[in-house]
T-cell receptor, first 111, second 115 residues
Framework: DAKTTQPPSMDCAEGRAANLPCNHS???????VYWYRQIHSQGPQYIIH?????ETNEMASLIITEDRKSSTLILPHATLRDTAVYYC????????????WGAGTKLIIKP | DAGVIQSPRHEVTEMGQEVTLRCKPI?????LFWYRQTMMRGLELLIY????????DSGMPEDRFSAKMPNASFSTLKIQPSEPRDSAVYFC?????????????FGEGSWLTVV
């Protein structure tokens, strides 16, 4: 089973920051949080990952709470092309660190 | 740099026929994964290889499914005989290792329809 909880859907206005939450209350100290997204009819696309510290790359920022029980993916200036299903995944030791996929959050960017 | 390359992108076949899906991982990656995605079950790991050797095939649904990796740059997933319930999108992915800090990159998928 996926070890994360995400809202099933969210809306965001084009040009605004999209903030996608994820709860992972059972995360252990050496388990990474990964974010992928899947745009319709395409393969899952890697976005970002982190362990303890906040991370930023050209696509997004990842904010992890100090207790590591939750995180937020931030798309700073959402465009229509960011409409996709976003998956938050914790790679847990008991699954041999494999990607265990939940249902994700369907993010719809509105003009 | 080329990503994970899969073929065919789309396949429609009749029940009972053999289906072969192909994958070329990212050069230098030593882990290769096969996933299946359906509306009912979402994304599921079928099997993965390390240095061309199958490590875990517990996700393979039944004996009709088989996967091989004859060399570091090629893998196949075969279904024989195919059934309508095998209709799904099959993704291949690769990574430098299976450690938690190493990213897994996906191909664009092979859309299989069995009629």
């Amino acid at each position: 089973d996926a070890k994360t909880t995400q809202p099933p859907s969210m809306d965001c206005a084009e040009g605004r920051a999209a903030n996608l939450p994820c709860n992972h209350s059972t995360i252990s100290g050496n388990e990474y949080v990964y974010w992928y997204r899947q745009i319709h009819s395409q393969g899952p696309q890697y976005i970002i990952h982190g362990l303890k510290n906040n991370e930023t790359n050209e696509m997004a920022s990842l904010i992890i709470t100090e207790d590591r029980k939750s995180s937020t993916l931030i798309l700073p200036h959402a465009t229509l092309r960011d409409t996709a299903v976003y998956y938050c995944i914790v790679r847990v030791r008991e699954s041999n660190y494999q990607l265990i996929w939940g249902a994700g959050t369907k993010l719809i960017i509105k003009p | 740099d080329a990503g994970v390359i899969q073929s065919p992108r789309h396949e429609v076949t009749e029940m009972g026929q053999e289906v072969t899906l192909r994958c070329k991982p990212i050069s230098g990656h030593d882990y290769l994964f096969w996933y299946r995605q359906t509306m009912m079950r979402g994304l599921e790991l079928l099997i993965y290889f390390n240095n061309n050797v199958p490590i875990d095939d517990s996700g393979m649904p039944e004996d009709r499914f088989s996967a091989k990796m004859p060399n570091a740059s090629f893998s196949t997933l075969k279904i024989q005989p195919s059934e309508p319930r095998d209709s799904a999108v099959y993704f291949c992915a690769s990574s430098l290792s299976d450690r938690a800090g190493n990213t897994i990159y996906f191909g664009e998928g092979s859309w299989l329809t069995v009629v």
